[in-house]
């Protein structure tokens, strides 16, 4: 089991940055790929942006490439996810997951989300 705990979310004007952070422990936290989804009101979740194990795979939402940046720190066992210009579109709940590869369909592990709200 992979536990994951999010942190980093609030509210920020457009145009505005937030960096979120999400820290992963248990038993099989290592050599996983993490990853970022969100799911706003009333509509369905979408996949954000994925990183591999060692780095070397990244991908990303098309809404948010350019824009968003995903990093992890394996020693510390974090993913983080900096969010620059922010847009209203962007508000959401974000979820850190964990899983054995980078997808951007679903996951195995997740957390409780975080609220991301962007005023306009």
């Known amino acids: 089991q992979v536990q994951l705990v999010e942190s980093g979310g609030g509210l920020v004007q457009a145009g505005g940055s937030l960096r979120l952070s999400c820290v992963a422990s248990?038993?099989?936290?290592?050599?996983?790929?993490m990853g970022w989804f969100r799911q706003a009101p009333g509509k369905e979740r979408e996949f954000v942006a994925g990183?591999?194990?060692?780095?070397?795979?990244?991908v990303y939402a098309d809404s948010v490439k350019g824009r968003f940046t995903i990093s992890r720190d394996n020693a510390k066992n974090t993913v983080y996810l900096q969010m620059n210009s922010l847009k209203p579109e962007d508000t959401a709940v974000y979820y850190c997951v964990a899983d054995r590869g980078v997808s951007t369909a679903t996951a195995k592990y997740w957390g409780q989300g975080t609220q991301v709200t962007v005023s306009s």
């Open positions: 990183i591999s194990w060692r780095g070397s795979t990244i």
């Open positions: 248990g038993r099989t936290v290592s050599s996983n790929a």
